[in-house]
């Protein structure tokens, strides 16, 4: 059996695979674990993938290309996940609330910190240990400059939490910092309030590199 297949989008100007800088460490650990990462410029060509990625874009998606992932995903049983960040920098985050609200999930236009739980003296540089899905091998997590998230329905599940010391800046405790919502097809659309959590600093923490893996697996 053939590496399973994953579209990294480069069609909305987002934060690319290709630049090695950031990415090197998950598309080389994602190789060896039978993912194969390739970066990808054709909107159309996306759906051939098994997983497609949007991380951080920063263009808006036109009515047609929302109506393709929606498609992708309920119809042809896609995963598609979309990883914004906090504070609506570059308007990222209206940009995936326009998708995201088909699916029952909205990016806020906050931030979430905790005073306790956090790496390196930065409190925007969140660790939980709330890992309600994708869990396999996962124990805690880095989830850097994150957005909270809004789930809408009992459709949408979170994945992940913050712990309970931390907070958004209008004092909401443990917010949604990751969800999803599934689909009999065997699609699942995964919205993620940060999108650096598997970058190449990130991915060194915790158990970073293993939920980024069951994340783009589809390993609940």
């Given at each position: 059996m053939g590496k399973k297949r994953v579209a990294w989008s480069s069609t909305h100007q987002e934060f690319l695979i290709s630049d090695a800088y950031y990415f090197s460490r998950l598309a080389r650990g994602a190789l060896e674990e039978g993912l194969l990462i390739e970066e990808v410029d054709d909107f159309a060509e996306l759906f051939s993938y098994d997983t497609v990625v949007f991380n951080y874009p920063e263009s808006p998606f036109s009515h047609r290309e929302i109506e393709a992932i929606k498609e992708g995903v309920i119809g042809r049983g896609k995963r598609v996940i979309f990883a914004a960040?906090?504070?609506?920098?570059?308007?990222?985050?209206?940009?995936?609330?326009?998708?995201?609200?088909?699916?029952?999930?909205?990016?806020?236009?906050?931030?979430?910190?905790?005073?306790?739980?956090?790496?390196?003296?930065?409190?925007?540089?969140l660790v939980t240990s709330q890992v309600l899905?994708?869990?396999?091998?996962?124990?805690?997590?880095?989830?850097?400059?994150?957005?909270?998230?809004?789930?809408?329905?009992?459709?949408?599940?979170?994945?992940?939490?913050?712990?309970?010391?931390?907070?958004?800046?209008?004092?909401?405790?443990?917010?949604?910092?990751?969800?999803?919502?599934?689909?009999?097809?065997?699609?699942?659309?995964?919205?993620?309030?940060?999108?650096?959590f598997w970058d190449n600093y990130s991915i060194t923490f915790g158990d970073n590199f293993r939920f980024a893996l069951n994340l783009l697996k589809g390993l609940r």
């Open positions: 960040h906090f504070q609506n920098k570059d308007d990222v985050a209206r940009i995936c609330t326009e998708v995201s609200r088909h699916f029952g999930i909205l990016v806020l236009n906050d931030q979430v910190t905790d005073g306790t739980n956090h790496l390196e003296g930065d409190p925007y540089r899905a994708y869990n396999r091998g996962v124990c805690k997590v880095v989830f850097p400059y994150s957005a909270p998230l809004e789930v809408l329905d009992g459709g949408t599940l979170p994945i992940l939490r913050g712990m309970e010391t931390s907070r958004t800046s209008k004092g909401l405790p443990s917010p949604v910092l990751a969800a999803e919502r599934t689909f009999p097809s065997g699609g699942a659309f995964v919205l993620c309030g940060s999108c650096i």
